[in-house]
Each structure stands twice: as structure tokens, then as C-alpha cells.
């Protein structure tokens, strides 16, 4: 009898956790496990703001996959899936293809521009390593170009960021903290830069308690961010943004729009004829689609409903990694034979939102609201948490954020 082959699609949170445990719980005759991913490196998403505003060099954010996986027990195939194709168990990659016994689809996010015309064409997003690398050196090209044209161009130094959720807030937090760097290394005062937050809903963070809100929306204008709040985005051109409020239209002239409003699962999903709502996927509670015992989907692409709101769980970093050791878990147990899955719970430890490097805002353990430094050193301990997971300690000592007191 043949080893299954499983092969896992994305090296993001959910497709590497999925092979690290694998390798653990399952021997080379047992599986063969293959893990796909488009480059050589994991990243860290939640890092990806601070290489956007380069407060966090990019070589810190990525991890070798080599590093982490066992490559005599975890085929490593560094290629791009153009097609999945689930009724013939195969996936095709532009290099080649790859038959399966069972899949898992970790492919990440893309960015959900909802029409607004311009968006797709003139703004920036945070999604990988490379976008996050050429919004910083665009904002330091304007930055360089502003002294040396006679005519001095706003657009230039008005850094617009769409969306005030948690990527955004995120963002517009090292933005606080590097335009002052900026302005001194190119003879900028500071007051000639603008950081302008639109956001379309009625509050920043929806969904945060109020409290912490208002401690957030204080900090960052208290470092300069601008808030506009309740305005839809209607139009982004090359050199300007242009928003609603209070059914009156406004301009921004501004270089720099970067788009953190909206996020949707990865559009291969939907072609493959999955069940989709914006690329993701309705799941049981073992993580599977319907009509697919063969398949589990971990992080963005998966819709999982929360029975006590009624609603999706957020698509975060915190799920999709709790999503792939039950997934690992999983599939060793069909492996061996025990059709008896077991369904997936989350475990939900709380959120923090940093807000630069010192500071940020928090709920963890059953409610207790964290501000300020408390908040920003529980950031710092749960991205380290998930190092030590991944890696062991060797890999928190060397790419772990041990500056609690900077």
C-alpha cells in the first residue's frame, strides 16, 4: 500500500504551521508531504506595516523555509499554483503538477478594492515582502524629490492611508514614527508632512472597545495623524484622493495612497469551484469543504462561522495558526488510519494593535484592556510565542523582538 501524498499550498501562517507539526507527528514512510510556496522564505504578515514604513528592515520579516522544515521528511517545491483541480486531485504549478491524496489550501489574501475607481491602478497595498519593500521606497523617493524641484509639491509629503482597521492603524503607527526620522535625513520640516487616515465607518478599529479606541485615536494625533472618519473613498488618481463626508466631496492632494480597507481569500479558491463568498470558503468544523473530504483549507480561505455571533471568524494570524496544528492533527489521524476527526475550536487569547514602537493597545485574557507600554511589550511576547512555535528558541534569539524597553 502506497504512502498518501499530502501537499500543502501557501507557506503563509496556516500552510507552514500544517507542515512544522506534520514533520513531527508523521514519519517519511508513513507520508510523503510536499509544501508549495511561490518564494524561498516564510514571512511574517503582521510584520509587513513596518517594512511598508521602514521602521523593521525586510531581511528581518523573512524566515528561510529551509530553516524551519525538514527537508528530509518535507518536500520543498518552490513554484507558483496557477489551477487547483479537485476533481482530478491535482494542482497545477507553472513548473510542473502535483497529484494528491489530501490538500491543504493555505493561500493567503489578496486585496478586495470594491470597485472604487483608481484604487487598483494608483494605490499601494501591504500584502508580501516585495509590496511592503516598494511603498517604502516610494515614500523615500518623494521625500529625496521634494527638495530637489524648484516647484515643492504637497503630493508629495500628504501620505494618505485608506482604511483605519487594525492594518491601517497599525500602519499609520510606524508612519508616526518614521516621518520624523524622514524629515531630518532629507531637510524636511515636519510640519509640511501630512499622515491622513480615511476611514469609511462611523470609528476607527471597528469592533474595539471604545476605550481603547479613543486612547489610539489620541495617541496617533498626538504624533500628527490626521483622522478622517465617516468618509468614503471615492476616487484615487495618480496625485490625488478623493473622499465623501457628510455629503460633501473632498480632495487630498497626495503621491501616496496605501490601501488597507479590505482584504478577500485568494481568488484561485473560487476558480477551483469551491463554495465562495470574496475567495472564501465555507468549512465544517474540521475544516473541510462541503462535498470534499479530501480537502481542508486553514487561514484567509476559510469561512468558519462563530455560532455564538452568527458571524465569520476574523481571518488573523491567531486562527489560521490554531487552524493548521488541528489540520496537522487531523491528517495524522486519516493517515493512521482514524476517520474520527476532531472539530476545530478557537482558542481566541485576545488582540493587540500596536501604535509604533513603544506603544499600542490591547484585550487579552478574558477581557483585561492593556495600554501603552504593557501593550506593546504583550505584542512583542506574542510574536516571539510564534517563533518559538515554528522555530525553537534558536529562531526567537535570532529573529525574535527582544527590545521590550526600545
Known sequence: MKNPNIVILGAGYGGIITAVKLQKSLGVNEANVTLVNKHSYHYQTTWLHENAAGTLHHDHTRIPIKDVINTSKINFVQDTVTEIKP????????????????????????????????????????????????????????????NNEADKKEERLNLVVGGAGFTGIEFVGELANRVPQLCREYDIPRE????????????????????????????LE?????FKIGAMIKEVTENKLVFEKDEQREEIPTNTVVWAAGVRGNSLVEQAGFESNRGRTPVSDDLRPAGHDDVFIVGDCALLINEETERPYPPTAQIAIQMAEQTADNLTKLVKGDKHLEPFTPDLKGTVASLGHKDAIGVVFNDKKLFGWSASAMKKVIDNRYLLKLGGPGLVLKKGKLNFFQ
Open 87 to 146: 476533481s482530478e486531485k491535482r494542482v497545477m504549478l507553472e513548473n510542473g503538477d502535483l497529484m494528491y491524496d489530501y490538500l491543504v489550501i493555505g493561500l493567503g489574501y489578496e486585496a478586495a478594492t470594491f470597485g472604487i475607481p483608481g484604487l487598483k491602478e494608483h494605490a499601494f497595498t501591504i500584502g508580501s515582502i516585495n509590496s511592503a519593500r516598494l511603498i517604502r521606497q516610494h515614500i523615500e523617493y518623494n521625500f529625496a524629490k521634494y
Open 192 to 219: 509640511k508632512v501630512r499622515i491622513i487616515n480615511v476611514e469609511a465607518a462611523p470609528s476607527a478599529l471597528p469592533g474595539f472597545d471604545p476605550e481603547l479606541v479613543e486612547y489610539a485615536m489620541n495617541s
Open 222 to 226: 498626538g504624533r500628527g495623524v490626521e
